[in-house]
T-cell receptor
Framework: NAGVTQTPKFQVLKTGQSMTLQCAQDMNHEYMSWYRQDPGMGLRLIHYSVGAGITDQGEVPNGYNVSRSTTEDFPLRLLSAAPSQTSVYFC?????????FGSGTRLTVV | AQSVTQLGSHVSVSEGALVLLRCNYSSSVPPYLFWYVQYPNQGLQLLLKYTSAATLVKGINGFEAEFKKSETSFHLTKPSAHMRDAAEYFCAVSGLTGTASKLTFGTGTRLQVTL
């Protein structure tokens, strides 16, 4: 089925560890983005991309890194995990006619 | 710059009553506006969208929203609430800069439906 695929669904990290959250879409969307969802704060934009090779920072970019080498993939890297990065992460792709979200990655940093 | 304000983090209605979830936006360009729903432990599902066509937009599950430029509002309504409508609802805005631009969310409104 067409859509946005995120992996893994769950992850526990120790403080200081690094990891990559994967996001792939098969709808040929130019726009992709990463959000984190925390209670009472809605979804906050971390990084976004408007095409392969083009990325920009969102509202809360510190501690995260992204790259966009293909239209399909937009991985999010945590360079040195901190407990403040415990959250649910969503990847989205789309356009002003609609955005599709992945099912999320629940990350716990201990 | 763009932003969204959702008034009321929690709204409780009786089954069969009117649902009204409020959303006000700020945008320096003509906005595209969206409502998303999130059921517990799930992702976000698009309810409806305003893309500069008709100001009254009908979505899925009986929801609709009206774009009012003079009030910078895009409130979500449903005439008769059902238990299955209990979820968290998010309003979002994106700007008309090409075919894709940043999507900014409000903080969400949790809808409770009681018998």
């Amino acid at each position: 089925n067409a859509g946005v695929t995120q992996t893994p669904k769950f992850q526990v990290l120790k403080t200081g560890q690094s990891m990559t959250l994967q996001c792939a879409q098969d709808m040929n969307h130019e726009y992709m983005s990463w959000y984190r969802q925390d209670p009472g704060m809605g979804l906050r934009l971390i990084h976004y991309s408007v095409g392969a090779g083009i990325t920009d920072q969102g509202e809360v970019p510190n501690g995260y890194n992204v790259s966009r080498s293909t239209t399909e993939d937009f991985p999010l890297r945590l360079l040195s995990a901190a407990p403040s990065q415990t959250s649910v992460y969503f990847c989205a792709s789309g356009s002003n006619y609609g955005y599709t979200f992945g099912s999320g990655t629940r990350l716990t940093v201990v | 710059a763009q932003s969204v304000t959702q008034l009321g983090s929690h709204v409780s209605v009786s089954e069969g009553a009117l649902v009204l979830l409020r959303c006000n936006y700020s945008s320096s360009v003509p906005p595209y506006l969206f409502w998303y729903v999130q059921y517990p432990n799930q992702g976000l599902q698009l309810l409806l969208k305003y893309t500069s066509a008709a100001t009254l937009v009908k979505g899925i599950n009986g929801f609709e929203a009206e774009f009012k430029k003079s009030e910078t509002s895009f409130h979500l309504t449903k005439p008769s609430a059902h238990m299955r409508d209990a979820a968290e609802y998010f309003c979002a805005v994106s700007g008309l800069t090409g075919t894709a631009s940043k999507l900014t969310f409000g903080t969400g409104t949790r809808l409770q439906v009681t018998l």
